[in-house]
């Protein structure tokens, strides 16, 4: 070791990738909640373990010695597994089949999936559609690929596609689109309408698609989950992108994986191999065993819709005005309604002081807009236990 005392020491700056990027607002409000001892509704997880046989799955292969690197594109017996499941699940609809050899890879989750599949094919000055409000990862991940995004608002108050507003943001440098449905924050769900009129839009060009589908199993009120592997013209275009640690509330474990034509697929593996090349080799062998009972995941939307009727009965009795929750496990409310001066703090400062004052944490929606736009909505997350629930909604009785 140099200990000697006239050598210099000197970190050299740096020229920040993300120069506009700091703490996300998930970490911001879960750290705030800790501090508070607030009921954190803010962060999309669940507070309830997954299913034990799942656990028992992964542990058997653990003990059976699959411990070593998997194949880079994911573990065949998985890989077979989501091909089944895709065909069982849209396959009635005239959706596409999947091979499972070179059109599924298995990611490190969905956030993994969406920056490699827009790492291998945006290039620098390519422009990539988004539709706000949007999930945080999205701009940054098209930033670090050298894109231009191109922000779109959904429709104030419904959520509903704008295809006027995507159409008119068409030009000859658009390389994809990145749609999310059911869409978080809104926890709206694209129609079969809206997937019709998309590839209608898409149909002339060469435009690509990136649908973020990790909510697939959670749509509520007998409606269908409308995937884009259901339409042709959009699933020879798209990667779709899905969840495990989503559908089987296991959000720690961080797998998901991703379909696509095996065109596509071949460049989305170029990168995969080389940002993460593989993912943990038994879990992929306990998903795969546990797979073969589809009931879990059949019977995920009933399991939370029933979460989500407990918790807008009770927010029905306060001030916060219910928007709709058609899927995944948000529920958005207005809180234009409440007394001076909660409803003129805005929504982040607002979600401070419910967290702070009232002891709930929730998500701005300004948070998921790239200007910040305000419209006097909050999401909260009720994947929680029926007693969290319970605690949260004896708290925001208040309001």
Request: charged share 15%; with cysteine; hydrophobic share 45%.
């Amino acid at each position: 070791m140099n200990c000697d005392p006239n050598v210099m020491t000197h970190t050299p700056a740096l020229v920040s990738r993300l120069p506009t990027v700091g703490t996300t607002i998930f970490t911001v409000m879960s750290t705030l909640a800790a501090n508070h001892a607030a009921v954190n509704l803010g962060q999309g997880f669940p507070d309830f373990d997954c299913d034990p046989a799942l656990v028992g799955a992964v542990s058997q292969a653990m003990q059976a010695g699959l411990n070593q690197y998997p194949p880079m594109a994911g573990v065949a017996a998985l890989r077979e597994a989501v091909a089944s499941k895709l065909t069982l699940w849209h396959g009635a609809a005239g959706g596409r089949h999947y091979d499972a050899a070179a059109e599924i890879t298995v990611t490190a989750g969905a956030t993994q999936a969406i920056i490699t599949a827009i790492l291998a094919v945006v290039h620098p000055g390519d422009e990539v559609i988004v539709l706000e409000p949007c999930y945080d990862s999205y701009i940054p991940n098209i930033d670090l690929a050298g894109g231009k995004a191109v922000r779109v608002p959904l429709k104030p108050g419904s959520f509903r596609p704008d295809f006027d507003r995507i159409s008119a943001a068409i030009s000859p440098r658009t390389r994809a689109i990145l749609i999310n449905s059911p869409h978080n924050p809104s926890a709206t769900v694209w129609s079969d309408a809206d997937m019709l009129r998309l590839q209608e839009l898409l149909a002339p060009t060469n435009i690509l698609l990136i649908s973020d589908e990790v909510y697939e199993h959670m749509v509520f009120d007998g409606q269908a989950h409308h995937s884009a592997a259901r339409y042709p013209g959009l699933a020879a275009r798209a990667f779709i992108v899905s969840s495990f640690g989503k559908t089987y509330h296991v959000t720690g474990w961080k797998v998901g994986f991703v379909a696509a034509p095996a065109a596509l697929m071949g460049e989305f593996r170029k990168v995969h191999q080389f940002n993460v090349f593989t993912v943990n080799t038994p879990v992929q062998h306990g998903l795969a065993a546990y797979m073969a009972d589809p009931r879990p995941y059949q019977e995920l939307a009933a399991f939370y819709q029933r979460k989500r009727d407990l918790f807008r009965t009770g927010l029905a009795t306060t001030r916060l005005r219910l928007l709709p929750s058609e899927g995944s496990f948000f529920q958005c409310v207005d809180i234009s309604s409440l007394a001076v001066p909660e409803r003129t703090l805005g929504e982040a400062r607002f979600c401070e002081w419910l967290t702070t004052e009232v002891g709930v944490a929730a998500i701005p929606l300004c948070a998921f807009y790239g200007d910040g736009f305000d419209q006097s909505v909050v999401r909260f997350c009720f994947a929680k236990k029926d007693e969290t629930l319970h605690t949260a909604l004896q708290r925001l009785a208040r309001l």
